[in-house]
């Protein structure tokens, strides 16, 4: 089992930066070949907006965040979104997910395990 949690959210002004980061634990982690960010905002479906491959070798971004975002991992299962240039319309709750599969998706049914979610909200 795997368990994912999510930290960095926070109320910041359009401009600003935020980095949030997803602490996994978990025996059984190893074996998970991606993880993704996604958002939910209110009224509106979830999406995802960032995923990483497991070895780091690729990622995928929604064009609504390209070039302001950027996910990354490190060896001790943790995943980072270093949000830049933040708009009101980023405002979300923000959920990291991990997927037992190989390569990137940005389904939400390939992703196996999820966080709880941290808030992000942007003021203008």
């Known amino acids: 089992q795997v368990q994912l949690v999510e930290s960095g959210g926070g109320l910041v002004r359009a401009g600003d930066s935020l980095r949030l980061s997803c602490v996994a634990s978990?025996?059984?982690?190893?074996?998970?070949?991606?993880m993704g960010w996604f958002r939910q905002a209110p009224g509106k479906e979830r999406e995802c907006i960032a995923a990483?491959?497991?070895?780091?070798?690729?990622a995928y971004y929604a064009d609504s965040v390209k070039g302001r975002f950027t996910i990354s991992r490190d060896n001790a299962n943790t995943v980072y979104l270093q949000m830049n240039s933040l708009k009101p319309e980023d405002t979300a709750v923000y959920y990291c997910?991990?997927?037992?599969?190989?390569?990137?998706?940005?389904?939400?049914?390939?992703?196996?395990?999820w966080g709880q979610g941290t808030q992000v909200t942007v003021s203008s």
């Open positions: 997910a991990a997927s037992t599969n190989f390569g990137l998706s940005s389904a939400i049914r390939w992703y196996d395990y």
């Open positions: 978990g025996r059984t982690f190893s074996r998970y070949a991606a």
């Open positions: 990483i491959s497991r070895s780091a070798e690729g």
